[in-house]
């Protein structure tokens, strides 16, 4: 993985040079110099990725790389902070403190030469050093590794798979499905797909009902020949003539030999979605039942085989779990009862992996079994499983889904290790620290995509990967939150700290220890409440300027934490700080003014913290990009905010007062997302004016009652107009007039797509549901604690064409819902929760084609009787929408 740390860092330094061009006018031809030398350090890593890392010239030229690329950014940054500050000062101050430009980036050039020449001297020698092309020896490691990955789990009695076995084989056989299927087994590795596709595979129900059964492993490196051979060899007589054949003439071959049978084939581990096509010609459909049988860690693989979805498969169960662990450690035997409660808690830290269920009980079986010995594994499980010989296994088939990545997604992956363990990650904090990190580039030809839209693919593709488990998801379908396996969290530590990438830190010596290190990681993950003061009161090493990236996950969260982070780490890109269990009245040290580089900066939490006010120094860091303060601040936003022309992301969720430009000419003109602004006389003004030309999320909120009456709601209403990009509105506490044309411009309502409503009040709701229908792509409409007049909903026909999710919570008014045919045609998620008026729900709802899931809860009780037929009668006519009844 070092390759891709050093690329990124190159990468990045080549990209600073050239943006910041005017900072580096007196040392232009150092800088060009530095250019030429960094393009030539990463074309070499590119070139030499995945070849030749086993040579110790090739990895310790890598880590010089690493080094000069490192120090250069360390002398980047120098220079620039100096000549920012310069550019800050008066006259008078820039004469007296000026410095030499040209001695500041000397070292670093002289540096560069040498390692040009080793690279210059490794491409001499291509053959020597295993670049030219992958060796014989990585192909026999990487099928060794196969082979170990199979013994792992198939060695083992099965456990747990009952349910999926019964699941998938009735599938297998069902006879109303004659045409050839593609099914496909997905989930991470470890999890125990083999083992599965093996039980089914062994099933003498399967063996009776096909007439050819076949098992062919398929792996990363695999070869589309010899599989076909394999195959082959399955159904009949493969004889000289055979093997001469061409690579087309053998597929022929083979769909001769299958013609008019009933075939099974199982085909383990699939790591690329070309496959199928590749083969799929082999296999005829003759209408009898065929059935192919894939498994693999990437959803994409199954997508590209099949219409039919896969079969995700789950984790143990602790009980399962524990059985496992048991058949491994005792091998028959019974756990004595002494060990059993220590036991159980071994296994369920496992988190449900039969891999590491597997490689801990063949730890275990060669220990001595008593409780003192098992006691040493609690809470350290899964360093034996990364860092121990005996299961370095475990970390090393875990590592080929890393090694299996893109270029582009190996950085995100690694970076998911920053957050604690069995930390709920919100799927937004992670796509903005990958954004302010620098990780995501927007490619040309991406139309219409910025920076959040690339990272949101890039979270769901390593979802497909099943290296990041979803743990829900918003109402439009994308991710709201995530979560990691331990064992992948801890191999991503474990890989980033030996490459400076980043390190996670837990206890206050640690941190004392790696701030004094002479080569300090790029990114510090700081967890659990550290003792700041002591280590504050030692002496750290002038090498803590280089970290790029601090985060601080913490419920003993003061002043002088803040002030002793902007203090060490002068030049930090990134700062975050989750706290939990917090209340207290906070100020924004003045360090934080001196951070210039910083792109990033959060406060999160979830008690109400009060922050006495919003400093204008903060409005002055020349990069900042995302501002995240959870909690109230007591006075407005100061009018600097104008001059932030970096600002892209403003969440204040707590809520703040914005005032208009002082000057004409000011606006955010790279604000994307505004969320939560209270709204007063003056707030349509901010809007008419043009302020905030790319918004794509707005939410505004009364959060004072009564202060935003029917006219002021009206005017900021017809202010929006404006925002040509908008996409995403979000009202709280609006109280509207009986009669408003929502959004009449059909020109700026083209890109709404998600409309919330909070505690509002609307006197004819009818009238806003006709002005909401309108809308030509509202896709996701939320009303939550409405208070109307009026008792009925009406839908006409043509209403809401392209609206998918529809939410009605605590509309308590509400007591009947008429729906018009042809009206919301493509809804799919409807959710009634608190409606407790409600006596109907229209008939002509269950006749909408493309509706998928309805969720009621809390309702009336007849309403909730007349569901629960309604439920059965679904299920008796196997209905495609899911009815849940809570």
């Known amino acids: 993985m070092a390759d891709v740390v050093v690329s990124f860092a190159l990468e990045n330094l080549k990209t600073l040079l050239i943006h910041e061009a005017n900072l580096f006018r007196r040392v232009k031809d150092d800088v060009n110099l530095l250019q030429d030398d960094f393009g030539i350090m990463d074309a070499f890593l590119k070139d030499s990725e995945g070849k030749g890392d086993d040579h110790y010239m090739v990895k310790e030229l890598i880590n010089q790389i690493r080094d000069t690329a490192f120090d250069a950014e360390d002398v980047i940054n120098t220079y620039m902070a100096q000549v920012i500050k310069q550019r800050r000062r008066n006259l ?276 001595e079994k008593t409780h003192q010995r098992w006691s040493n594994f609690i809470g350290n499980v899964n360093w034996f499983l990364i860092n121990d010989d005996d299961s370095k296994r475990c970390s090393d088939i875990l590592a080929l889904s890393y090694n299996h990545l893109p270029r582009k997604l190996r950085l995100c992956f690694l970076y998911v290790g920053v957050f604690p363990e069995d930390f709920l990650i919100p799927a937004r904090d992670l796509i903005q620290l990958w954004v302010a990190e620098g990780f995501i580039s927007v490619q040309n030809g991406r139309r219409n995509m910025d920076e959040i839209d690339v990272a949101e693919n890039y979270l769901e593709k390593l979802i497909d990967r099943s290296l990041i488990q979803i743990a829900s998801r918003r109402s439009d379908g994308g991710v709201k939150s995530c979560r990691i396996h331990d064992l992948l969290r801890d191999l991503c530590i474990k890989m980033s700290s030996q490459e400076k990438f980043y390190e996670v830190h837990v206890n206050s010596a640690y941190v004392r220890r790696s701030l004094n290190n002479r080569r300090i990681p790029r990114r510090l993950s700081i967890q659990g409440n550290i003792d700041f003061d002591s280590i504050s009161s030692t002496s750290t090493s002038n090498n803590s300027s280089s970290v790029g990236s601090l985060l601080l996950f913490t419920s003993d969260f003061r002043f002088n934490h803040l002030k002793w982070a902007s203090k060490n780490f002068r030049f930090i890109r990134l700062l975050s700080v989750v706290v939990n269990d917090l209340n207290l009245d906070l100020n924004f040290p003045k360090e934080v003014g001196q951070l210039v580089f910083l792109r990033g900066q959060w406060r999160g939490g979830y008690a109400v913290n009060v922050w006495k006010s919003f400093p204008a120094f903060i409005c002055k860091l020349p990069y900042l990009e995302t501002i995240h303060v959870q909690g109230w601040i007591e006075m407005s936003i100061p009018n600097e905010i104008w001059m932030m022309k970096q600002l892209r992301h403003l969440y204040i969720p707590c809520g703040i007062a914005l005032k208009s430009p002082s000057k004409v000419g000011h606006s955010l003109s790279n604000l994307k997302v505004l969320s939560l602004v209270h709204v007063g006389e003056k707030t349509s003004i901010l809007f008419q004016k043009s302020l905030f030309p790319n918004l794509r999320k707005l939410h505004l909120g009364n959060l004072v009652q009564d202060v935003v009456d029917e006219s002021m709601a009206s005017e900021i209403l017809a202010s929006l107009e404006s925002l040509r990009n908008l996409q995403t509105l979000k009202l709280r506490m609006f109280k509207f007039g009986q009669r408003l044309d929502l959004f009449s411009s059909s020109s700026s309502s083209s890109k709404l797509t998600k409309i919330t409503f909070v505690d509002c009040e609307y006197l004819d709701s009818n009238h806003l549901m006709g002005s909401l229908g309108k809308l030509a792509n509202l896709r996701i409409l939320k009303i939550r604690g409405w208070r109307i007049s009026t008792s009925q909903l009406h839908f006409m026909a043509g209403e809401f064409p392209q609206l998918e999710v529809f939410k009605m919570i605590g509309l308590r008014d509400i007591e009947t819902w008429e729906l018009e045919t042809h009206a919301m045609p493509n809804l799919k998620h409807l959710v009634i929760d608190r409606c407790t008026s409600l006596r109907n729900l229209p008939d002509e709802l269950w006749s909408l084609a493309n509706l998928r899931m309805v969720e009621v809860s809390n309702i009336e009780t007849d309403l909730k009787e007349k569901l629960v037929i309604k439920q059965s009668e679904m299920k008796e006519n196997g209905y495609s929408c899911k009815l849940i009844i809570n």
């Open 92 to 367: 008078l101050l820039k004469l007296l403190h000026c410095f030499d430009h040209a001695a500041v980036l000397h070292h670093v050039a002289e540096k560069t030469p040498s390692v040009k020449r080793k690279i210059e001297n490794i491409y001499a020698n291509k053959t020597i050093f295993g670049i030219e092309a992958q060796s014989h020896a990585d192909e026999e490691a990487e099928q060794s590794l196969q082979q170990q990955r199979r013994r792992n789990i198939e060695e083992e009695d099965v456990v747990g798979f009952g349910d999926d076995t019964a699941k998938l084989v009735d599938q297998l056989l069902d006879q109303g499905r004659l045409q050839r299927e593609v099914i496909s087994i997905i989930g991470m590795g470890g999890l125990g797909k083999t083992t599965l596709a093996r039980k089914i595979y062994n099933n003498s129900v399967i063996k009776n009902h096909f007439d050819h059964c076949v098992w062919v492993n398929v792996s990363q490196e695999y070869k589309t020949r010899m599989l076909i051979l394999d195959i082959l060899k399955c159904v009949g007589q493969v004889s000289d003539e055979t093997n001469k054949m061409s690579d087309e003439q053998l597929k022929g071959e083979l769909r001769e030999k299958l013609k008019g049978k009933r075939y099974f084939v199982v085909m383990d581990d699939v790591w690329k979605p070309q496959f199928w096509d590749e083969i799929r010609t082999c296999f005829p459909n003759d209408s009898n039942g065929s059935r192919i049988l894939i498994t693999s860690r990437e959803k994409e693989v199954a997508s590209n085989a099949s219409s039919t979805p896969p079969y995700f498969l789950p984790f143990l169960d602790e009980e399962a779990s524990w059985e496992l662990l048991c058949k491994k450690v005792f091998r028959g035997e019974k756990c004595p009862s002494n060990l059993e409660s220590l036991g159980r808690q071994l296994a369920e830290s496992c988190k449900g992996l039969p891999l590491s269920i597997v490689v801990l009980g063949g730890i275990l079986a060669n220990k």
